[in-house]
């Protein structure tokens, strides 16, 4: 008796770690299938439930749902909260503190969030650590926000001299129109000193700013946006005139 209450013991072990390990391979064979098919709300309704049944999977099953939430989530028809994805960025820094990933984003969310001292904190932080340009820029975009203009052409004259501004890359998310690019510093700093010089009215300079931004990078969708804005802008405004 006791021999078989101890097969019967083992037997249901072996189930439930069979039970489990098929629930797991479900979970993973359908999240597969959703991003094959780039179905990216199941992808996150799937990944929530199988971290939620396997802890295991936690720190790159955290990237994904903060960068979801925070990207995929975005778009006109729908109202996103940003601390949703703030709070899956945190769960993930609980388990690795030196995730550049998630702090990316983070500094992002507190932005968003109109937290811009925390925000600037975080990305210094990411530039000191990593030298990585696209820091670099998100902190100047920041303090062209502040309407910090002096220290603003004193971070793009930074970049303008760099002997590595060709080769080093600039990360921009557009959130709305839901595009992600990587674009030569020196091209993304001009685009930035358009920015800038439009603001001060400087209509030429501007021009020329982006003009030199997309013979770097033709494809440059932040660059080409800008000038459809402005052309929207002067039709409006010759319109308004009549």
């Known amino acids: ?16 770690s069979c039970t489990s390990n098929s ?19 199941s992808s996150s309704q799937i990944l929530l439930q ?68 925390l925000s600037y904190n975080t990305f210094m932080e990411l530039w000191n650590t990593t030298k990585n340009y696209s820091y670099y ?13 002096n220290v ?15 080769t080093k890359k600039v990360k921009m998310e557009h959130l709305q129109a839901q595009v992600i690019e990587e674009v030569p510093a020196k091209a993304a700093f001009l685009y930035l000193n358009a920015l800038l010089q439009n603001s001060r009215r400087d209509m030429i300079g501007s021009a020329e700013s982006i003009k030199e931004a997309l013979q770097i990078a033709p494809k440059f969708y932040a660059a080409q946006r800008f000038i459809v804005d402005m052309q929207r802008a002067a039709s409006q405004a010759q319109g308004g005139n009549r």
Not at 8 to 16: E, Q
Not at 152 to 166: E, F, G, H, T, Y
């Open 1 to 16: 008796m006791r021999n078989f209450l101890y097969l019967m013991t083992i037997a249901g072990l072996t189930l439930g």
């Open 23 to 41: 629930k797991d391979n479900g979970y993973k064979k359908a999240y597969d299938l959703s991003q094959k098919a780039g179905d990216h709300v």
């Open 50 to 117: 199988w971290v939620a049944n396997d802890s295991s999977i936690g720190q790159w099953a955290y990237d994904s749902l903060a960068f979801y939430h925070y990207y995929y989530a975005a778009n006109p028809a729908t109202v996103r909260n940003p601390s949703v994805s703030l709070f899956y960025v945190e769960k993930g820094l609980a388990l690795n503190g030196k995730n550049e990933f998630l702090k990316d984003i983070k500094g992002k969310l507190l932005l968003e969030q109109g937290k811009d001292t």
């Open 137 to 149: 820029w998100d902190m100047a975009f920041i303090e062209t926000a502040r309407g910090k203009m």
């Open 152 to 166: 603003v052409d004193s971070m793009i004259q930074v970049i303008m001299k760099a002997p590595d501004n060709l």
